[in-house]
């Protein structure tokens, strides 16, 4: 009888066991897929496409790097972060250098491992709060977190803010 291969925890989700804060992982890759594979994906877990959120980094002209989390349907107002966060101005930092910035590639940066490693300030949608859920990457692609949007906030230290377009 084969073993069943164990999943290695990733290091957002070692920070959350530490914390005691309770999540699901789950094997999770809705890039880069048609509507109709992303929903037959999400169905399989019970989540909808609102439930996702994406995890996105800029770079501010007065304080460096600046994290938001925010609905992966929505887009990011670059002036609602810069204004939360203190900045005059905010632009997405290049492809080419998130990993080296935030120690992620592409579609897995995850704000607890940001937030663990390089505790660059960190901003969740006002439309995180007060939801039972959301599922955020678990910091490497294909694998994604469902857990408490207040829980985390409370744990990296993010205000909810107004960031949509």
Do not use: C
């Amino acid at each position: 009888m084969a073993k069943k291969k164990k999943s290695k925890k990733t290091l957002p989700e070692q920070v959350l066991e530490k914390h005691g804060i309770d999540y699901k992982p789950l094997d999770l890759n809705i890039l880069d897929k048609t509507d109709e594979e992303r929903d037959a994906l999400l169905a399989k877990y019970n989540v909808k496409y609102e439930d996702v959120y994406k995890t996105l980094a800029t770079h501010g002209d007065k304080t460096g790097p600046v994290v938001a989390v925010l609905p992966i349907s929505q887009h990011l107002s670059l002036k609602k972060l810069a204004a939360a966060s203190g900045n005059k101005k905010v632009q997405m930092i290049h492809l080419k250098e998130l990993q080296k910035t935030t120690g992620y590639i592409h579609g897995a940066n995850n704000p607890v491992g940001i937030w663990q490693n390089k505790h660059f300030p960190i901003y969740f949608d006002a439309s995180a709060q007060g939801r039972d859920y959301f599922l955020v990457s678990g910091g490497e692609l294909g694998r994604s977190d469902q857990v408490n949007p207040d829980e985390v906030a409370k744990l990296v230290d993010a205000p909810f803010v107004d960031l949509l377009e």
